[in-house]
């Protein structure tokens, strides 16, 4: 017979698996929409704008916003850290874009 502890470990475990597949298929779905395909490659390419920019700050704002609407707050002290309270957990995460491959 279990503890029922480990059954509310369970499933509080399930419930933040089930928020970082919604985070990895938001991104998925994100990096498919902003991006194109060149011929021969594997990898695709971030899609660039006039000035040859890759949008990062466009991407950041999306992804952000979607964060604002699972319940996440963002951070005073630092714009790329987004916080999730509940009565016992807390959830944080820093996110961080890199635009240098």
Known sequence: MCHPF???????????????????????????????????SIHPMVTRSRDGTRRPRAWFQSFSSALVALGFSCSRANPSMFIWRSSSEIVILLLYVDISF
């Open 6 to 40: 480990l059954f509310l470990l369970i499933f509080l475990l399930q419930q933040r698996v089930i928020l970082f597949r919604l985070l990895h298929w938001f991104f998925l779905l994100s990096s498919l929409l902003h991006s194109s395909s060149t011929s021969g």
